[in-house]
């Protein structure tokens, strides 16, 4: 096959694309949904039957089942690249049918379409396309999975282990509003805070009492002290909920803690910090757990990783994106698993989009062909 067997081929299917994003859009698939996240995986399913591409499922109970596909040419024996992607959203169930998929002013709105709906069409249809020209020179291993706006607890085993036996991975996460792909992301940790205090009726046997509140408020004010921007480390507790009436000392608070850093060091020195803070007792009395609910390692930029990234780049000027180049983001994803098993990764190669998470996501419709073209060529001279 030619180079511009395939980049042609890809420019006729945009409407194709298209028709597969608008199904997979209106389906509901919060990370949580299992059923709706296997709905998405059987629609992928029935294109890979329709167009003779091998795809299996590795089942999981409690979350979305993994779905793998690979064209190859028959008895390789040569490292896959891996091509990647989540099919659950931040939305729960009933968004679809109240904000379906739609188009506008060329570009596509609804939950979870740039999110990553449309990389993973993407991957789809680069698969497909040498599926239709006799079979990839390399072979393309493709993974859809099902909980990464959860952290993947399900997934992260799975990616672990796939990213190891792959020579590169492109994961394709929504492209920067500006067109660019990203190349370095922040490592993330949600952690869980729960104290305990002692009820008391605060007017009448207030000094029997042990407020939790007023030992997570000085924890709080702790915990967001650890903030170093030069490093960029950053504390959010995003959310807290405590106590049991207004005229009660509180006997429990709780809090969720979202930890971000860059440097990989940086992650056990501050979790030792945090611990610290948790044994302290501000408030004599209180007794306080911490526990880790979910974590991203961060996607630090290796020489293997520069290298892909140079051919990657090389392979979307060709295709007319030319001013395409590296960028950092402060978002977390599934890339950081497969970058910290030492395989090659870069992200952010799906179509372009943004306001991921909000009603207003939208997704840049003329960037679906030139990106399957930039990540199709990339594969083809690698
Ligand atoms: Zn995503």
């Known amino acids: 096959m030619s180079e511009t067997q395939i980049t042609n081929w890809l420019a006729t299917q945009k409407q194709a694309m298209i028709d597969l994003l608008r199904d997979v859009v209106n389906i509901d698939s919060g990370s949580y949904d299992k059923a709706g996240v296997d709905a998405v995986g059987a629609r992928f399913e029935r294109h890979f039957a329709e167009h003779g591409i091998t795809s299996w499922r590795e089942n999981h109970g409690t979350f979305g089942d993994a779905i793998h596909a690979l064209v190859a040419k028959p008895g390789s024996n040569e490292k896959p690249v891996l091509l990647m992607g989540h099919r659950d959203t931040v939305f729960g169930k009933g968004e679809a049918e109240r904000r379906p998929f739609t188009i506008k002013d060329r570009r596509a709105y609804g939950p979870g379409v740039a999110d990553m709906k449309a990389g993973l069409v993407m991957n789809v249809f680069v698969a497909t396309a040498f599926q239709t020209f006799g079979g990839s020179p390399h072979p393309i291993k493709l993974l859809i999975t099902s909980d990464e706006e959860i952290a993947s607890p399900s997934s992260r085993p799975v990616i672990e282990r796939e990213g190891r036996a792959a020579r590169a991975v492109y994961n394709s996460e929504p492209g920067r509003p500006s067109g660019n792909i990203v190349t370095s992301r922040k490592g993330g940790i949600f952690m869980h805070l729960g104290i305990t205090g002692k009820a008391a009726h605060s007017g009448a046997n207030f000094a029997a009492g042990v407020s939790a509140i007023g030992e997570l408020a000085h924890k709080i004010v702790h915990i967001h002290a650890l903030t170093d921007l030069s490093k960029q480390i950053t504390l959010n507790v995003g959310l807290i909920t405590g106590g049991q009436s207004v005229n009660t000392t509180a006997p429990y608070a709780e809090g969720q803690i979202d930890l971000r850093y860059v440097e990989p060091n940086d992650r056990d020195a501050v979790l030792a910090a945090i611990e610290r803070i948790v044994e ?14 979910g974590e991203f390692v961060p996607v630090v930029q290796s020489e293997g990783a520069k290298a892909l990234f140079t051919g990657y780049q090389g392979a979307a000027r060709a295709v007319g994106l030319t001013t395409l180049t590296g960028e950092f ?14 395989t090659p990764t870069i992200c952010g190669v799906g179509p372009v989009g943004g306001l991921a998470h909000t009603a207003e996501e939208y997704l840049e419709l003329d960037s679906i062909v030139p990106r399957a073209q930039a990540l199709a060529l990339a594969i083809l001279r690698s």
């Open 329 to 342: 983001s402060g978002g977390c994803a599934d890339s950081g698993f497969t970058a910290a098993v030492g």
């Open 280 to 293: 302290t007792s501000y408030v004599p009395g209180t007794s306080a757990t911490l526990a880790i609910k």
